[in-house]
């Protein structure tokens, strides 16, 4: 099963922000205390069948993420879940198209604007804004394109590292 995998940790923070934080937006944190301790459990599945993890152009790959928060002696509580879905289709000897839907579903039982993460951290990006970010809890993407081949597989020889041939040679090619 080299395929999936599991992912599971568990993740303890200790959070402390500046007290004019709390006054510009009372609702920032989820306490009114500047200082705080999270506790995070986390799990991720993902199945993977694409041919080229790097550069993938036939295959398919989904991801499933659940976490859950609880911070202020287990007063405040997050969850969230993401699932990321992916396939990507040869079209011919030189098209390739690809689509990615993402979706994420979060809840809290307080206001607070620090788990309101949902465009532009972590990996969660469309094309042309990633210089932006979006808040929310809830979100759904998609991103489709359109690849054409331009040089098919080429491979370059590096001649002053003939001792090492598994590092002597560097494939390359571009869409």
């Known amino acids: 099963e080299i395929r999936i995998r599991h992912t599971a940790s568990f993740e303890y923070n ?19 205390r ?16 694409r041919d080229y993890i790097i550069y993938p152009t036939k295959g398919y790959y989904i991801g499933v993420q659940g976490n859950g928060t609880t911070a202020d ?40 604007y620090i788990f309101d993460k949902a465009i532009g951290y972590d990996n969660r990006n469309i094309c042309g804004y990633e210089h932006y970010i979006i808040d929310g809890q809830h979100y759904v993407t998609s991103n489709n394109t359109l690849k054409f081949l331009l040089l098919p597989e080429k491979t370059v020889t590096l001649n002053f590292l003939k001792g090492l041939s598994k590092f002597n040679k560097i494939p390359f090619t571009i869409y």
């Open 14 to 32: 200790y959070k402390k922000i500046n007290d004019s934080v709390l006054v510009w937006n009372p609702n920032y944190y989820y306490t009114d």
């Open 73 to 112: 002696n287990f007063n405040f509580w997050y969850g969230n879940v993401a699932v990321d879905a992916q396939y990507y289709l040869p079209l011919g000897k030189r098209w390739f198209a690809s689509t990615a839907l993402k979706l994420s579903t979060s809840f809290k039982n307080r206001n607070a």
């Open 34 to 49: 500047i200082s705080s301790h999270e506790y995070t459990l986390r799990y991720k599945f993902a199945y993977d069948q």
